[in-house]
């Protein structure tokens, strides 16, 4: 599976859009871009997924480029109770196995 | 839907002694579960990956004998951790998938494992 690349914390303010990157330069054709988050000592949360064209559900929107290099998770509003570390994983998954990268910590001031 | 739970939440134990700790599907049936590590500000780490009714399939450098994984039915799978010491204590999380085809796994709460 592709490796991701995320910065490790980001900031943002109550209510403002969290707009998350995520590098997976190597991504190849078949490989989907999944974002996961994990809210402090508890388990992950599925939140969205997306092959190529852009993805959005209830909860975010995944914005993934042309060239399938990069994404951003974005967060239209955020609340306090966002605040967690959010995962991007890339994976065929014939297995679906998820490798688990550091994440970016997210934390969202009121 | 989709909920898995965990029990226990939190457990404390003897070094030597071994611990269980289940994985429950509550609302679906669980075709393939994950079990996962996760110890304090690190990521989660796949320890390894269960089918029904077959034997586990673990992870290089994860011991099958000190960590037994069961799934013998779809909605349930149990992490044995035997002879345990200080060094297992860590933060164990179940997920469980419900299609063939499908990547999203739902995750349990997680069982803080505290090795004294």
């Known amino acids: 599976d592709a490796k991701t690349t995320q910065p490790p914390s980001m900031d943002c303010a109550e209510g403002r859009a969290a707009n998350l990157p995520c590098n997976h330069s190597t991504i190849s054709g078949n490989e989907y871009v999944y974002w996961y988050r994990q809210i402090h000592s508890q388990g992950p949360q599925y939140i969205i997924h997306?092959?190529?064209n852009n993805e959005t559900n209830e909860m975010a929107s995944l914005i993934i480029t042309e060239d399938r290099k990069s994404s951003t998770l974005i967060l239209p509003h955020a609340t306090l109770r966002d605040t967690a570390v959010y995962y991007c994983?890339?994976?065929?998954?014939?297995?679906?196995?998820?490798?688990f990268g550091s994440g970016t910590q997210l934390t969202v001031l009121p | 839907g989709a909920v898995v739970s965990q029990h226990p939440s939190r457990v404390i134990c003897k070094s030597g002694t071994s611990v269980k700790i289940e994985c429950r599907s509550l609302d679906f049936q669980a075709t393939t579960m994950f079990w996962y590590r996760q110890f304090p500000k690190k990521s989660l780490m796949l320890m390894a990956t269960s089918n029904e009714g077959s034997k586990a399939t673990y992870e290089q450098g994860v011991e099958k004998d000190k960590f037994l994984i069961n799934h013998a039915s779809l909605t349930l799978s149990t992490l044995t951790v035997t002879s345990a010491h200080p060094e297992d204590s860590s933060f164990y999380i179940c997920s469980a998938t419900w299609q063939a085809s499908s990547y999203e796994q739902y995750f349990g709460p997680g069982t803080r494992l505290t090795v004294t």
């Open positions: 994983i890339v994976t065929s998954g014939s297995a679906r196995q998820l490798t």
């Open positions: 997306g092959l190529k």
